[in-house]
């Protein structure tokens, strides 16, 4: 194998009946490819008891469980090793048998997140409070302490990715405690030419669009709910039109109080991206409220095509939505105000036009692929680049600045739940 073949290394990688998952790794392969580089790809998947190997969108992804992948490593002769999601048991292999071949790791979010960040993870478990204990157990007993020592790692050649500077100060140290060395700071890349900026019709202000996993109460979807029966109170309500795609777990249950209203249009399905493209055309508005994102990859399609994005002022989407200019964001688990964001749009096609303008400008500018996986490709070509040795402590004022509004966050949640349960108790 020659020595200019690099190994992409994940837990998961999209397939034709899971589009979603990881797709923004598979974009980064195509840019990579469409560069010339030599990529392979290894999915680690704890239900693949042989070695196999499936296409997407004409890449090959090699499949296998740990031990087949431990096996994989140990044999190959990859001049890097590319990690999305850098966890103990895909580090474990490399470090003991190719500790000198250059490691890149790209940090997203779940493999780095404290337990108190996960909160809604355990929202609908009936052993609510067993499950937090669980959950903080696992990540201070396991997680932290790998982490910690992998970031500070000099047995190791590993440079590290975040795909924000947010989530990398207010989330990656001060929950691992150490400062991460040997970091760069590029985003996940929003692909231009699939998502090219396209001149908005005012008249398209009326058609808002939702695009979501409904997977985990982090994606707010309950919020987007509660955000259109708000709506209902418009004189021009029957004017607007709302479409919802996704699938997930608690996609019908969530989206059950809209399923009467004639304007609201529910498909349960996942998405090419070449038909989220097609779907961004006939719209204008890209509603995504959200309770923890590093990054917010599908508000910055929806705005790259020149949608409006009206979203929630918390974790990393103020750093990619200019709020007032390239986008409106709404105080967090406030429908209301999302609502009010809404309207400002609805009524003023010139805000709408001026916003879907600067929505794209900002994205492409901030995420196309000359600020992200080119630099990315030259990251992985050139060994001197992402070098750092920052030794300073974690600066704790920083990190935790906004910790009190992820708090309200929580206890907001909690509050309405406990109201509806009071007031269903009462009728009962």
Same mark, same amino acid.
């Given at each position: 194998?020659?020595?200019? #073949?690099?190994? &992409?290394?994940? %837990?998961?990688? @999209?397939?034709? !009946? /899971? $589009?979603?998952?990881?797709?923004? =790794?598979?974009? +980064?392969?195509?840019?990579?490819?469409?560069?010339?580089?030599?990529?392979?790809?290894?999915?680690?998947?704890?239900?693949?008891?042989?070695?196999?190997?499936?296409?997407?969108?004409?890449?090959?992804?090699?499949?296998?469980?740990?031990?087949?992948?431990?096996?994989?490593?140990?044999?190959?002769?990859?001049?890097?090793?590319?990690?999305?999601?850098?966890?103990?048991?895909?580090?474990?292999?490399?470090?003991?048998?190719?500790?000198?071949?250059?490691?890149?790791?790209?940090?997203?979010?779940?493999?780095?997140?404290?337990?108190?960040?996960?909160?809604?993870?355990?929202?609908?478990?009936?052993?609510?409070?067993?499950?937090?204990?669980?959950? #903080?157990?696992? &990540?201070?007993? %396991?997680?932290? @302490?790998?982490? !910690? /020592? $992998?970031?500070?790692?000099?047995? =190791?050649?590993? +440079?590290?990715?975040?795909?924000?500077?947010?989530?990398?100060?207010?989330?990656?140290?001060?929950?691992?405690?150490?400062?991460?060395?040997?970091?760069?700071?590029?985003?996940?890349?929003?692909?231009?030419?699939?998502?090219?900026?396209?001149?908005?019709?005012?008249?398209?202000?009326?058609?808002?669009?939702?695009?979501?996993?409904?997977?985990?109460?982090?994606?707010?979807?309950?919020?987007?709910?509660?955000?259109?029966?708000?709506?209902?109170?418009?004189?021009?309500?029957?004017?607007?039109?709302?479409?919802?795609?996704?699938?997930?777990?608690?996609?019908?249950?969530?989206?059950?109080?809209?399923?009467?209203?004639?304007?609201?249009?529910?498909?349960?399905?996942?998405?090419?991206?070449?038909?989220?493209?097609?779907?961004?055309?006939?719209?204008?508005?890209? =509603?995504?409220?959200?309770?923890?994102?590093?990054?917010?990859?599908?508000?910055?399609?929806?705005?790259?095509?020149?949608?409006?994005?009206?979203?929630?002022?918390?974790?990393?989407?103020?750093?990619?939505?200019?709020?007032?200019?390239?986008?409106?964001?709404?105080?967090?688990?406030?429908?209301?105000?999302?609502?009010?964001?809404?309207?400002?749009?609805?009524?003023?096609?010139?805000?709408?036009?001026?916003?879907?303008?600067?929505?794209?400008?900002?994205?492409?500018?901030?995420?196309?692929?000359?600020?992200?996986?080119?630099?990315?490709?030259?990251?992985?070509?050139?060994?001197?680049?992402?070098?750092?040795?920052?030794?300073?402590?974690?600066?704790?004022?920083?990190?935790?600045?906004?910790?009190?509004?992820?708090?309200?966050?929580?206890?907001?949640?909690?509050?309405?739940?406990?109201?509806?349960?009071?007031?269903?108790?009462?009728?009962?």
């Amino acid at each position: 194998m020659s020595e200019d #073949r690099h190994l &992409v290394i994940a %837990n998961a990688y @999209p397939n034709d !009946a /899971n $589009l979603y998952n990881y797709g923004f =790794l598979h974009r +980064r392969v195509k840019k990579y490819l469409d560069a010339g580089l030599a990529i392979d790809i290894f999915r680690i998947d704890t239900n693949e008891p042989v070695l196999r190997q499936y296409v997407f969108d004409g890449v090959t992804v090699t499949t296998g469980n740990k031990t087949l992948y431990a096996e994989f490593v140990s044999t190959s002769s990859h001049a890097t090793f590319l990690v999305h999601f850098p966890l103990d048991y895909i580090i474990a292999p490399i470090a003991a048998h190719r500790p000198t071949t250059p490691v890149i790791a790209w940090l997203h979010g779940y493999e780095t997140l404290s337990w108190h960040r996960r909160w809604y993870d355990t929202v609908e478990d009936a052993q609510f409070i067993n499950r937090v204990k669980s959950l #903080r157990m696992h &990540v201070e007993k %396991n997680k932290v @302490p790998f982490l !910690a /020592n $992998l970031f500070q790692a000099e047995d =190791l050649d590993i +440079r590290f990715v975040a795909v924000s500077n947010w989530f990398l100060k207010h989330s990656v140290e001060p929950d691992a405690g150490v400062r991460v060395t040997n970091i760069s700071i590029i985003p996940n890349v929003i692909d231009t030419k699939i998502f090219p900026f396209v001149r908005k019709n005012p008249e398209l202000r009326y058609k808002v669009l939702v695009i979501k996993p409904f997977t985990s109460y982090k994606y707010a979807n309950d919020l987007v709910v509660k955000t259109i029966l708000s709506l209902r109170e418009l004189p021009y309500f029957d004017k607007l039109h709302f479409s919802i795609i996704g699938d997930g777990p608690i996609f019908d249950k969530t989206l059950e109080p809209l399923r009467s209203l004639a304007n609201v249009h529910i498909t349960k399905a996942f998405l090419r991206q070449e038909e989220i493209a097609a779907l961004h055309a006939d719209h204008g508005i890209f =509603l995504s409220p959200t309770r923890w994102d590093s990054q917010g990859v599908s508000i910055g399609e929806a705005m790259s095509s020149g949608l409006v994005p009206v979203s929630t002022a918390i974790s990393a989407i103020p750093e990619f939505v200019t709020d007032g200019r390239s986008g409106l964001l709404a105080n967090t688990e406030d429908p209301d105000e999302l609502a009010s964001y809404l309207k400002v749009l609805f009524e003023s096609p010139e805000t709408f036009t001026l916003m879907s303008e600067q929505a794209s400008i900002q994205i492409q500018t901030s995420c196309g692929p000359q600020a992200t996986t080119d630099r990315e490709i030259e990251l992985i070509k050139n060994r001197s680049l992402g070098r750092n040795r920052d030794i300073h402590d974690v600066d704790w004022k920083v990190a935790y600045s906004d910790l009190e509004e992820e708090v309200f966050s929580v206890l907001r949640y909690f509050s309405e739940r406990h109201d509806a349960l009071s007031q269903t108790i009462r009728q009962i």
